[in-house]
Nanobody, 127 residues
Framework: QVQLVESGGGSAQAGGSLRLSCAGSGRTFSSNPMGWFRQAPGQEREFVAAINWSGRSTNYADSVKGRFTISRDNANANTVYLQMNSLKPEDTAVYYC???????????????????WGQGTQVTVSS
């Protein structure tokens, strides 16, 4: 059974940075797409960033493009990161790591593509 555990959340000032990590266990998913989503209070969960199996293909929501970077540790392909720079108060949300075990060698941006989720980590950005 796949388990995903996020870490690195916390509080930051606007303009600051945070780095989220997601460590997976239970199987090897070096061939599978992974992604980050977030959910702000009272809002639907939304796509943030996605990465393919090799790390050479990435995709971002317009709201974070140029500020956030998703990456993958190729030495340990069960780990994915989200570097968040130039943070804004509107980035405040619970951030979730996700894995798509149904597709190999692709990239997924839709929430429905993902079948394994972490428990989430809170990110709070103050102005």
């Amino acid at each position: 059974q796949v388990q995903l555990v996020e870490s690195g959340g916390g509080s930051a000032q606007a303009g600051g940075s945070l780095r989220l990590s997601c460590a997976g266990s239970g199987r090897t998913f070096s061939s599978n797409p992974m992604g980050w989503f977030r959910q702000a209070p009272g809002q639907e969960r939304e796509f943030v960033a996605a990465i393919n199996w090799s790390g050479r293909s990435t995709n971002y929501a317009d709201s974070v493009k140029g500020r956030f970077t998703i990456s993958r540790d190729n030495a340990n392909a069960n780990t994915v990161y989200l570097q968040m720079n130039s943070l804004k108060p509107e980035d405040t949300a619970v951030y979730y790591c996700a894995l798509n075990t149904r597709v190999r060698f692709g990239i997924s941006m839709r929430e429905s593509d993902y079948d394994s989720w972490g428990q989430g980590t809170q990110v709070t950005v103050s102005s």
